[in-house]
């Protein structure tokens, strides 16, 4: 009895054996830009084989801006992306169904870069000037309620449509006299200025109370609903990429180096220091990597709905979900 039993035990283990192992989910991963400093979390994550852990096979494509993702996710173009809150509820006004699921920039990193010595050294100054800025872009909405938190009239600033692109160098070249910009791209900007042999000084949105949810990872309604299993997979293979990111900064730095031989070492660093600036809030300390809180986020929804015309009966469910995070703990390995 007991050999049978045995042989039965051996029999089962050496199918088992011959058995093809589950195929890993494929997942078309659509960043907001081009790879740079704030994607280190990302490509950490792949490079550390958390997303293989996850049995996901990971696809990660550039963006083309977070309004270009939301598109992407919401059409089914890509199973997950990147994106900024202010496109996402854009979007769900327009019918394009898809929240956050995790934010990455949990302080607002929304700024406007200017050059020096021409009397702009208070917001003020602004008054007169020209501001570069691409269409439809979320700093350049929000601008209004910088100016007005700042004691500027809006209206006395001309702004100038400048593609993404050109705006770093429009500005060094003294075409226009100040842009706006995140300030995960002032590495970049600053690197620009100094080769030109220009100062350039900013004015941080969050310094002057305009601060909300912006960059974070994002889904569709259909893939929250069919698919909830591998979004929480998803999820938190990228944010332990960000805990690992942030925890060993030049290991990331050097990981991304290599995915990406062609990119400044230095440059990128320097923009992951200031990624990780608006990533470590008291609240991802107390809460985990990517936590949204309920309260920020529909202050959130109305500075986005008023400033940027969103449909009045969108509500704070439609446009985020914090039921596929589980807690990412700063202190755990």
Not at 4 to 20: G, N, Q, V, Y
Not at 243 to 262: G, V
Request: hydrophobic share 45%.
């Amino acid at each position: 009895m007991q050999k049978c039993i045995k042989f039965a035990a051996l029999a089962l283990m050496a199918t088992m054996m011959t058995l093809p192992a589950k195929a890993a989910d494929k997942v078309i991963f659509s960043l907001n830009w081009v790879p740079y400093g704030l994607h280190y979390g990302v490509f950490a994550a792949e490079a550390q084989g958390y997303y293989r852990d996850a049995n996901i096979d990971i696809d990660i494509q550039r963006g083309y801006g977070s309004g270009d993702t939301v598109k992407r996710v919401a059409t089914g173009a890509a199973t997950v992306g990147m994106a900024d809150m202010a496109s996402i509820i854009i979007g769900r006004g327009n019918g394009l169904a898809v929240k956050q699921i995790a934010v990455v920039l949990d302080r607002s990193a929304d700024a406007i870069f200017y050059v020096k010595g021409i009397g702009i050294e208070k917001p003020e100054g602004l008054a007169g000037k020209s501001l570069g800025a691409a269409v439809g872009e979320t700093p350049l909405n929000l601008f209004p309620v910088f100016a007005g938190n700042a004691g500027l009239d809006p209206s006395k600033v001309k702004v100038v449509n400048v593609t993404p692109p050109a705006k770093f160098p429009t500005l060094v070249s003294k075409k226009v006299d100040a842009i706006v910009a995140m300030l995960t791209e002032e590495p970049a900007i600053q690197s620009a200025a100094q080769k030109a042999g220009v100062g350039i000084g900013k004015f941080v949105y969050s310094d002057y109370g305009v601060d909300y949810y912006s960059i974070g990872l994002i889904a569709g309604d259909d893939m929250l609903k069919s698919r909830s299993d591998l979004v929480k997979r998803f999820v938190g293979a990228t944010m332990r990429g960000y805990r690992w990111a942030i925890q060993n900064p030049e290991a990331a730095a050097d990981a991304f180096s290599k995915r990406f031989p062609e990119s400044s070492r230095d440059l990128t660093l320097a923009q992951w220091k200031v990624t990780m600036q608006h990533m470590l809030t008291d609240q991802a300390k107390a809460n985990g990597v990517g936590f949204m809180d309920r309260g920020k986020m529909e202050k959130t929804l109305d500075l986005i709905k008023k400033y940027q015309q969103g449909k009045a009966d969108i509500k704070v469910e439609d446009v985020y979900s914090p039921n596929y995070l589980e807690k990412i703990d700063l202190s755990a390995k």
